[in-house]
């Protein structure tokens, strides 16, 4: 085993058919299928910023949650529009039970929204989570670059089902949703049916 592999977790919190989101810079995620192969590629797709330790996996294919592009666990090829281009593969291995990882040198191609700068605004830290149903994450922690960067323009996602979104944080964050979404004064947005929930980052 290489010197410069990271320790990740034990192999029994992982689960088969589990994946998990490792928050180096850029985010890595780490895939146990249910044929018990491990893999590992960038998490972030290269279409447009969502997780895809959030995706869908079947075989040894991951689908983004956001447009269903679709990225090969082996070669972090895309399978599936309207993401062009392919995600890094991460070196992992399994010794003693534990679950290692040696990140890519290769530079990651990253979607347009999650090239941001640190700014001397300040630190900003806007959190949400998905409090109920499978819906993906709408909203994730924004990558700490010494300070955390001011975000300009919109990030979207798909709600499949209804779902409460919290967002947490300083700065104006506006709730918007064609769903006729109702903020409640613990800030929680209720959608009540399908549609895009909007969120506006200023």
């Not at 992992?92 to 679950?99: L, P």
């Not at 347009?112 to 499978?134: F, H, L």
Request: proline letters at 9%; charged letters at 30%; hydrophobic letters at 35%.
């Amino acid at each position: 085993m290489s010197e410069s592999m990271k320790h990740i977790c034990p192999l029994s919190e992982l689960a088969r058919g589990d994946a998990m989101r490792i928050e180096t810079r850029p985010p890595i995620a780490l895939f146990h299928t249910e044929e018990g192969e491990l893999f590992a590629i960038d998490d972030t797709c290269t279409h447009q910023d969502a997780s895809l330790a959030d995706g869908y996996v079947e075989g040894c294919e991951v689908e983004c949650p956001l447009h269903a592009s679709k990225f090969s666990l082996r070669t972090g090829t895309v399978d599936a529009p309207p993401a062009k281009l392919p995600v890094r593969v991460h070196t992992v291995e399994v010794r003693d039970g534990e679950i290692y990882l040696q990140e890519s040198d290769e530079a990651p191609n990253l979607p347009p929204a999650s090239r941001w700068t640190a700014t001397s605004e300040g630190a900003r830290e806007i959190r949400e989570r998905v409090c109920r149903g499978p819906a993906p994450r709408l909203l994730r922690e924004l990558p700490r670059q010494g300070l955390l960067p001011r975000i300009r323009g919109q990030v979207r996602a798909r709600l499949d089902t209804p779902a409460q979104a919290r967002c947490v944080g300083h700065g104006g964050v506006r709730l918007e949703n064609p769903s006729r979404a109702r903020p409640s004064p613990e800030g929680v947005c209720k959608a009540e049916s399908k549609g895009a929930l909007r969120v506006d980052v200023k």
